[in-house]
């Protein structure tokens, strides 16, 4: 099933059996694996343990709906013009997920990751969080994963996300530094700094082993769902209209002001 | 939580809790509801119980990942190009998800639920496919949710996921009538028809009680998930720029011919 | 250059020479032949007369900008999650360039083809728009082309192309078939009807000999133009921040009365 | 039509006018300003000269088509699945062109603006260049507009684009500066790097003025126009099913080899 490059073939099929992953789709996975096992057998070429499929599932499940975003407000307004293209409406929504909104996961699971993998073994997780914040403060990079315009001094969804890694063991070394990295960042700033949602999936996410280059996409994943319940909301209670001329309005009072 | 329309909020948050979907998240959904029942949930406003659960969660895993198809290429063409950008190259990958690829999924639904709203209750399964038939053969529109190129008689996901249907006792009237249009097709036609995989979610989802409007959704969230792995894929074991050039190569010898 | 199929080889290129539509880019393209005449050559295979020039780049210039519309509030809302992803932002506006806001280009454009190709050569305009029209109404369909919000009675763009394309005597059956068919649906209605700027367009292009197969391209090339200047507004004057709390917050009221 | 923040309203329009950058549409621009002209317009407050217009014109036709590259290749896979959504298989084709292939007019212009804005006035092009290459090399960061697999020693295209923009005399300090780059390059690393054609697009749109942060959108339009035409091919002549298949094929020999 590996090719010279230790590379899978992701899925074939002949007339009667397909094979995903690896398995056999339909007498192995359809009824057994759920969804978000898809996505940790994708990438990590095992079925998830009970564990680690509870700690996915809830990574994802955290993602799906935050109310009226930049992306679904995309979303509806790309539907409003193309009502015949769902998934030209989901894919719109999607398109911002980026460096600014979702891509903060990818940022700091990449800071964990390429930590915990490149430092010494011996260097304690209060030695790597200094360096870390120190780096960032050079670089006057904001550290991802902290800080939240709302959710102060608590995410709440971060404080649940880590609750259930620790209750399913799932919580390693990447969570740990994740700690030790908001309480390194909160002393040389000197201030109250959230530790947010992002920051959990991505220190949560790398303790489940799913690489930092492809951690974006549980947020990409999540927010498809998401998106679709948008909507499913458009099309029983169209809001785009409205949204099109409430910004056409204070657009026009912005330049008689 | 519901406006004059009838129309939720989707979601809110105060400093410390977010509430989606008229529910507490990280009270009552994180840790307990999964990833596919956040879609039920958005769709359809309650928490599934297990025997749906377990059924929509079949419905998304079987449209995961089906190998190299038209989406997997053009999400890793553009890949190739923009690799800081991975929610571009998902994106890319979903908007081919149209009336031929997985679109088919809302047209079987559609067919589906506008007859079984709109007809008489007293109409029994045999007369409703065999005017459903007539109706396509007499548009000369192909039926949906019937025939494969390559899964003959049967697909097996269509098999595997009706008798998941059967055992979850999900299976009602939507797919009762979809088996019923099946045989009356291969009557009409008189030749073997196969009953495809998006026949069958087109059904489920039907019996679920996912509206024909966005069903096709079921899909696209589907295959969000399977291009992530595509694209981890493409990260390890690069194969764009080799079928850019295979492709050129080809094209170069059909202008020589 | 052409293959078995009538097929052209679209470009291909050499260490010292780019061939681009059959013709040498650097000896006799780049200088001589302007933006609009690449879409003309292109799609006609030939570089257009000064004629065709200047009603071509009309259509296009005409469709470039049009102040907030749900195609730019889409791309400022992704350019906000995004900013790495200028090409992201202006996929996400093109998205919704659908059937409801510049696919009735086609509509118009696909209309007037089907007539004059398929129907008899002696028939007269009025003949052909009246069985038009009427069509339209047994259907219950828009007649695409016809109406207008704002622009009444007379769409001022729409005027305008007419007014250039005569000039430059490019206006011809299609032309004169999309003013019959106004005429026809103001009479079998019994009220007036604006002749609209994407009806104008999807005459003129098919007197230019655009397929409609592809008419909406000029409609999606135009706004690709008008995006850019949106995108660099958003990053001098930023909006989309302001938007997204403007739409949360009446949303939020709308659920609180 | 300026708000305080020196902000321009882009366009708005009564029921018998259209304003468009601050200029009434049908009087003023449609007829007389070309496509182009509406990119130089939107980004620059004025019409272009006549020397402009055929600069920024070049630089557009010069990246409309370039055979078979990732972006057509991912246009024509997903307008295989939605052949109903033009603007999505468009939009599919534009989302790969960020940092590996269109960027580089980003980055070359960034490179030539930043350094032009920022450093001594009296310092030479050479002091410049010798700076700008030696950061380059002790960051191991390509220098963007230098090199390419094919056009050696020689980009055809850059050589007529700079031909022409030093016609028009448009050419000055960012296409001096490019041209000293590209000599400090090679001199510094000792072999022959070709000037490729996006480092002379980024050159000379910043010798018109275009701010290096939308410089990208000048490869995005010119693409938006070349889609259409492969789309347009796609239609007489479709290739998406057989690359498909030769993707498939060539995936499954991989595996066994």
């Not at 989901?90 to 909104?101: D, N, T």
């Not at 948008?230 to 002001?257: K, M, Y």
Request: a negative charge; hydrophobic letters at 45%.
């Amino acid at each position: 099933m590996n090719d010279q490059r230790g590379h899978r073939s992701l899925g074939s099929s002949t007339a009667t059996s397909i094979t995903v992953y690896g398995m056999d789709l339909c007498a192995d996975i359809l009824g057994s694996v759920d969804f978000a096992g898809m996505l940790y057998l994708g990438l990590l070429d095992r079925v998830p343990n009970a564990a680690e499929s509870r700690v996915l599932n809830s990574l994802l499940v955290s993602l799906v709906e935050h109310g009226v975003t930049p992306s679904t407000i995309a979303a509806r307004m790309t539907y409003f013009g193309a009502p015949e293209s769902l998934q030209g409406a989901i894919a719109a929504g999607l398109l911002g997920l980026g460096s600014v909104l979702v891509g903060t996961i990818e940022g700091a699971a990449r800071m964990l990751q390429e930590e915990l993998a490149g430092s010494a073994a011996t260097a304690t997780d209060e030695e790597r969080a200094a360096r870390i914040v120190g780096q960032f403060r050079a670089d006057r990079r904001q550290i991802p994963g902290l800080g939240h315009p709302i959710h102060k001094p608590t995410d709440p969804r971060a404080a649940r996300l880590f609750e259930i890694a620790a209750e399913e063991q799932v919580a390693g070394s990447h969570c740990h530094l994740m700690e030790a990295v908001h309480l390194a960042a909160e002393a040389q700033y000197g201030k109250q700094m959230t530790l947010n949602v992002t920051g959990a999936i991505g220190a949560i996410a790398s303790d489940l082993g799913i690489p930092w280059h492809v951690a974006r996409g549980i947020g990409v994943a999540a927010r498809s769902v998401g998106l679709i319940a948008h909507l499913r909301d458009e099309q029983l209670a169209p809001t785009s209209n409205g949204i099109w001329h409430e910004v056409e309005e204070s657009q026009r009072q912005a330049f008689q002001e």
